[in-house]
């Protein structure tokens, strides 16, 4: 069975995995502040008065009314390159931050299964936020496109991706046998 969503007004501000959530909100409150855009309630309110809701958790996803898009696109596009350029800086620091724990491990007096074990999840979480900053470089329609498939991927589904002219059109299947 598939279903044909049309006009997701979505726009990914912030790839899941490009910084610990706490770095995330804070450089996304900073950018907020910024642009002189509030939020109250998971609404977001830009200089014009219009509105859009706004999801935190792994990612930073902001939905907008389909009547309202034509007037905000222009200021969603500019929060979403301004907080790009902070979250590029925010993510060297959190690379070398991981880059030093690795460091750290090896000098400390571990034993070899336990230090291999911490290596690994730290070169895990570099290698995500590596991705992840890939994925947030894109424009925000592709950015979304392939955090959705990152998503369903890592959630144990198999995504078929078929594009005509603009549209994009993904499915996902979760094989049982």
Do not use: W
């Amino acid at each position: 069975m598939s279903s044909i969503v049309r006009n997701i007004n979505l726009h990914l501000i912030c790839a899941s995995n490009l910084l610990p959530k706490d770095e995330m909100i804070n450089s996304f409150m900073n950018t907020i502040d910024e642009l002189n855009i509030k939020i109250s309630k998971n609404i977001l309110v830009f200089g014009n008065g219009k509105t859009a809701k706004i999801t935190m958790g792994e990612r930073i996803v902001i939905h907008t009314d389909s009547n309202q898009i034509s007037s905000i696109q222009s200021q969603i596009e500019l929060l979403r390159e301004l907080f790009t350029r902070r979250a590029l800086v925010s993510q060297k620091n959190y690379q070398d931050q991981l880059l030093e724990q690795s460091y750290r491990a090896n000098r400390e007096n571990h034993d070899a299964t336990e230090l291999r074990s911490i290596i690994d999840q730290l070169e895990m979480k570099m290698a995500q936020s590596e991705e992840a900053l890939k994925i947030q470089q894109l424009p925000s329609c592709e950015a979304l496109v392939e955090e959705l498939k990152v998503s369903a991927i890592n959630k144990g589904y198999e995504v078929v991706q078929t594009q005509n002219n603009d549209n994009v059109q993904l499915q996902f299947v979760r094989r049982t046998y």
